[in-house]
C-alpha cells in the first residue's frame, strides 16, 4: 500500500512562496501558477489584417449593392427622361382626334420634320405611307401622360 506523504505545513518558506505569487495576477502577461491557463501574446498582425480584411468585403459587398441601386435609379431616370421628349412631341405634333384613356396610339414624322398622331400602326398603311419614319408608340394613360411601349432609336 502506498501511504501519502503527509506535507510538514512548519517547513514551508513563506517568503520564497510571497516571490512566486502576485497581487494582481489577470495583468500579467503569463501563467501565474502551474493550474494556470496558457497565456500566449496575440500577433496583432494577424488579428489587424484579419479584421481588414473583413472589414473589406463588407464595404466592397455594400458598395457593390449601392451600385446596383444606382444603375436601377439612372435607368428610371432615362426613362422618365424619354418619356417627357416624346410626351412634349406629342403635344406639339398634329392630332386630328381626340385621344382616349388607355388607347394605344403611333407617332410618326413627316418628311418636313412635323410630327403627327395617329390610330394607325406602321405595318398598316399599306404602300403608300404618309410618314417620313415612325417615331414612337405609346398609350394615354389616365393623368394625361404617355406610356411609351415601343421607340426607335433616334
Given at each position: 500500500m502506498n501511504k501519502a506523504k503527509k506535507i510538514d505545513v512548519s517547513k514551508i518558506d513563506l517568503k520564497k512562496l510571497g516571490e512566486k505569487t502576485t497581487e494582481s495576477p489577470g495583468?500579467?502577461?503569463?501563467?501565474?501558477h502551474?493550474?494556470?491557463?496558457?497565456?500566449?501574446?496575440?500577433?496583432?498582425g494577424k488579428?489587424?489584417?484579419r479584421a481588414v480584411a473583413a472589414m473589406q468585403a463588407q464595404t466592397d459587398m455594400q458598395m457593390s449593392q449601392i451600385y446596383r441601386q444606382m444603375q436601377v435609379l439612372a435607368e428610371q431616370a432615362k426613362s422618365?427622361?424619354?418619356?417627357?421628349?416624346?410626351s412634349e412631341r406629342i403635344y406639339q405634333a398634329s392630332i386630328s382626334f381626340e385621344?382616349?384613356?388607355?388607347?394605344?396610339?403611333?407617332l410618326y414624322q413627316r418628311e418636313d420634320g412635323t410630327d403627327f398622331l395617329s390610330m394607325v400602326g406602321p405595318e398598316e398603311w399599306g404602300r403608300k405611307k404618309p410618314f417620313g419614319q415612325f417615331v414612337a408608340e405609346v398609350k394615354l394613360l389616365a393623368d394625361h401622360t404617355w406610356e411609351i411601349l415601343q421607340k426607335?432609336?433616334?
Open positions: 495583468i500579467i502577461p503569463y501563467a501565474h502551474s493550474g494556470s491557463a496558457l497565456v500566449k501574446p496575440e500577433d496583432k488579428i489587424v489584417g422618365i427622361q424619354s418619356r417627357v421628349e416624346v385621344p382616349l384613356i388607355n388607347h394605344i396610339y403611333f426607335t432609336d433616334d
